[in-house]
């Protein structure tokens, strides 16, 4: 049983309404998402046909495909940053096919944390300011806020680094810190597009090894790649063609069913209305 849009509850922002979230729901689940473009049948492009997966709590996935596969369409849509054409996604028991953008924005904040490629820190704020914009965002009080991005950025070992500004960090370390912001908010999901993509050998392996301790340590991740040396340290690969998954293949054991996540602090930072019987974004 999944949840769609209700009733506002006091405390949490009027874009998002009260939903539960299903205790054991995987945290994503897809059902026939289609994304299409174009209205003539000799012209219309499908980025997404009739895709379905469920991507169970723990479990570290890679998304792989070449240029025009659809993966990056799939990214967009499973990080809230684009809606289907047509089909049904649930992120950790959440119906987010029922949000307006409002809703949508909110549930994106709450529920993700994002890694990209190019980084995408602010340059004129240092790293501890950049960890700590989401959670502005959320509304965590300034105490909280800062004590969770400095223990964000020691989890990723870049604490001494926490006053520099991105242009005085390397690459490697730039991305330790988009990483420390992601995980920051607590997310359901840790989203990451090509999170090698702009760094050497050398900072590659540790930011993968560093995303191997997030999972490690019970994260859910998606990665979204089309480098083998990338995909070779998921537990799951899916390879897309066309719009379409082609292939999924387990390389190791589903790890055991985990409860659906449940955020630590409400929108004022104060303590989570929700439990293991189901939360409000």
Same mark, same amino acid.
């Given at each position: 049983?999944?949840?769609?849009?209700?009733?506002?509850?006091?405390?949490?922002?009027?874009?998002?309404?009260?939903?539960?979230?299903?205790?054991?729901?995987?945290?994503?689940?897809?059902?026939?998402?289609?994304?299409?473009?174009?209205?003539?049948?000799?012209?219309?492009?499908?980025?997404?046909?009739?895709?379905?997966?469920?991507?169970?709590?723990?479990?570290?996935?890679?998304?792989?495909?070449?240029?025009?596969?659809?993966?990056?369409?799939?990214?967009?849509?499973?990080?809230?940053?684009?809606?289907?054409?047509?089909?049904?996604?649930?992120?950790?028991?959440?119906?987010?096919?029922?949000?307006?953008?409002?809703?949508?924005?909110?549930?994106? +904040?709450?529920?993700?944390?994002?890694?990209?490629?190019?980084?995408?820190?602010?340059?004129?704020?240092?790293?501890?300011? +950049?960890?700590?914009?989401?959670?502005?965002?959320?509304?965590?009080?300034?105490?909280?806020?800062?004590?969770?991005?400095?223990?964000?950025?020691?989890?990723?070992?870049?604490?001494?680094?926490?006053?520099?500004?991105?242009?005085?960090?390397?690459?490697?370390?730039?991305?330790?810190?988009?990483?420390?912001?992601?995980?920051?908010?607590?997310?359901?999901?840790?989203?990451?597009?090509?999170?090698?993509?702009?760094?050497?050998?050398?900072?590659?392996?540790?930011?993968?090894?560093?995303?191997?301790?997030?999972?490690?340590?019970?994260?859910?991740?998606?990665?979204?790649?089309?480098?083998?040396?990338?995909?070779?340290?998921?537990?799951?690969?899916?390879?897309?063609?066309?719009?379409?998954?082609?292939?999924?293949?387990?390389?190791?054991?589903?790890?055991?069913?985990?409860?659906?996540?449940?955020?630590?602090?409400?929108?004022?930072?104060?303590?989570?209305?929700?439990?293991?019987?189901?939360?409000?974004?």
């Amino acid at each position: 049983m999944s949840h769609s849009a209700g009733e506002v509850e006091t405390g949490v922002p009027e874009a998002v309404s009260s939903v539960r979230a299903e205790l054991h729901a995987p945290v994503i689940r897809a059902r026939s998402l289609a994304k299409v473009y174009g209205d003539d049948p000799a012209t219309v492009v499908r980025a997404l046909d009739g895709v379905s997966l469920d991507i169970a709590h723990g479990e570290h996935v890679a998304i792989m495909g070449a240029s025009g596969s659809g993966k990056s369409t799939m990214m967009n849509i499973l990080g809230l940053l684009d809606v289907p054409t047509s089909g049904r996604y649930e992120l950790n028991g959440f119906n987010v096919s029922a949000m307006d953008d409002a809703q949508l924005t909110v549930a994106r +904040n709450r529920l993700i944390g994002f890694v990209f490629q190019s980084f995408n820190l602010i340059r004129r704020t240092s790293a501890l300011a +950049n960890v700590e914009l989401p959670l502005a965002y959320a509304g965590v009080r300034p105490r909280e806020r800062r004590e969770r991005a400095l223990a964000a950025l020691a989890q990723v070992g870049v604490a001494d680094r926490a006053k520099h500004l991105p242009n005085e960090l390397s690459g490697g370390q730039q991305q330790r810190v988009a990483v420390a912001r992601a995980l920051a908010g607590e997310p359901a999901l840790i989203l990451a597009d090509e999170p090698t993509g702009n760094l050497d050998s050398t900072s590659t392996a540790d930011v993968l090894d560093l995303l191997d301790a997030v999972h490690d340590a019970g994260r859910t991740i998606v990665v979204i790649t089309h480098e083998d040396e990338v995909a070779e340290r998921a537990s799951r690969v899916i390879r897309m063609r066309d719009g379409k998954i082609i292939e999924d293949v387990r390389l190791e054991e589903a790890p055991p069913t985990r409860e659906a996540w449940t955020p630590t602090t409400s929108a004022g930072g104060g303590a989570a209305t929700g439990s293991t019987a189901g939360t409000s974004l």
